[in-house]
Structures are given as C-alpha cells and as structure tokens.
Nanobody, 113 residues
C-alpha cells in the first residue's frame, strides 16, 4: 500500500489548510485511518482518527479546530485545519490507526505567528 499526503504549506496563525491523503490498495473502506504529525525534535503523535463508517476521534489539542473526513470511493482521507496555531507546525502523515502501512513522505505545515 502506498500513501501520498498533500496540501501542506505556509500559513499565518488563524488561517486554514486542507490536507489530503491518497491510499492505494483494497479494503480501504474497512480500515480505521488516522492523521499523525511530527514536529521538529519531537515524536510523531496522533492527531485524529476515523473509522470506515466515519466515526471521528480527535486529540484534545485540535478538537473544535480540525475535522477529519474520508471518501471511501476515492480511497482518500482529508484533514480540514482551521484556526491554525504556531504549535501546529509539523510534518503531517496519514496511516492506519495501527500504523501498519509504510509511511509516506508527509506534507509540511508551517504556521507563522
């Protein structure tokens, strides 16, 4: 399975970005997917997850600001990020909730103050 993330960029604090994740392979609709991020000098952390049926879970730091979604017909997942903060700066990755697929290259999100 190949994962390709896109949509990152440089944005001012308070701005928005929408990340996309494209996955190859079959059975995507059955798999709980997730977004992760890794800031410089820090460990990779879970941001949000979504079941095949669309049930979403968020970490407290992004609740109310980020929205995870998916389109099973397109083998794709998305992360709408609003009210961005400098502390959201990181490389964002998608993977299964169990991190069982090979990591993609990620997409850089940089939020300036």
């Amino acid at each position: 399975v190949q994962l390709v993330e896109s949509g990152g960029g440089l944005v001012q604090a308070g701005g928005s970005l929408r990340l996309s994740c494209a996955a190859s392979g079959s059975n995507f609709r059955l798999i709980t997917m997730a977004w992760y991020r890794q800031a410089p000098g820090k460990q990779r952390e879970l941001v949000a997850s979504i079941t095949g049926g669309g049930i979403a879970v968020y970490v407290d730091t992004v609740k109310g600001r980020f929205t995870i979604s998916r389109d099973n017909a397109k083998n794709s997942m998305y992360l709408q990020m609003n009210s961005l903060k400098p502390e959201d700066t990181a490389v964002y990755y998608c993977n299964t909730r169990g991190m069982s697929w090979k990591w993609g290259q990620g997409t850089q999100v940089t939020v300036s103050s």
